[in-house]
């Protein structure tokens, strides 16, 4: 089994947790996809009743090409559950988001969710944060400054581009920069040390969130709870 047929295993195995009348936060990314069309396809042959709430422009595309009804966070009460994927998680279960640079709506939608519920192949579990280049979303005016603030702290810190070298533009119309920590030692402290820079939109530490883990691994799916 490769990584793609493991983000597959978990990403049909999560649509288990979804049943009638739930309203589902439906995250972004190459696993997520998985779940979202599987999700489709429970609705259309259990003709369930379901709402989904996305994070990025490219999951609604997704959800609407499917037929998944939207709505967005602000016409709802709450998200019952949300299922995303994850770039690294910890063995204390804290993680890393935003590698599809979509960090700033999934978060908005997990802090609404009451239960987060993460899939990842096995290659995104860690012991520590930070081998993988932590996201953070700045907006363009002064991004410059805040960029050499990233330097001063020795944060090694780029500018996330696409091939032609201009810089990834968010949903929200934002800059990514991203910092090669290789080790995040406590990642409270540098969360809240982020939130605190005027410019910083948000990080893509994302800290006590997660409820339930589901790991593809080529024996099958192990779930954490
Ligand atoms: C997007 C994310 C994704 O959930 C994360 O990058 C995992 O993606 P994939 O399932 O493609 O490996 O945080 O901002």
Known sequence: MNQDDLKALVGKKAVDWISDGMTIGLGT???????V???????????????????????ANLATSLGIPLKSVDEIDYIDLTIDGADEISSDFQGIKGGGAALLF????????????????????TKDLG???????????????????????NFAPTFRTV???TKVK??????????HLKKI?????????????IGVVEHG?????????IVGYPDGPKIFE
Not at 29 to 35: A, F
Not at 172 to 179: A, M, P, Q, T
Not at 205 to 213: E, Y
């Open 131 to 153: 081998n993988f280049p932590l996201p953070v979303e700045v907006i363009p005016y002064g991004s410059e400054k805040i960029f050499e603030r990233f330097e001063a702290q």
């Open 29 to 35: 990314g190459s696993t997520v996809r998985y779940m």
């Open 163 to 165: 091939e032609d070298g």
């Open 37 to 59: 069309e599987a999700l489709a396809e429970k609705i259309k042959k259990e003709h369930l009743t379901i709402t989904g709430v996305v994070t990025s422009k490219e999951t």
């Open 106 to 125: 999934e978060k908005i939608v997990a802090k609404n969710s009451k239960k987060n519920l993460w899939i990842v192949d096995q290659s995104k579990l």
């Open 205 to 213: 530490l994302f800290l006590d969130t997660v409820n339930t883990i």
């Open 170 to 179: 968010t949903d929200s119309e934002n800059y990514i920069i991203d910092l």
């Open 185 to 197: 030692d406590d990642p409270f402290k540098l969360a809240k040390y982020l939130k605190q820079q």
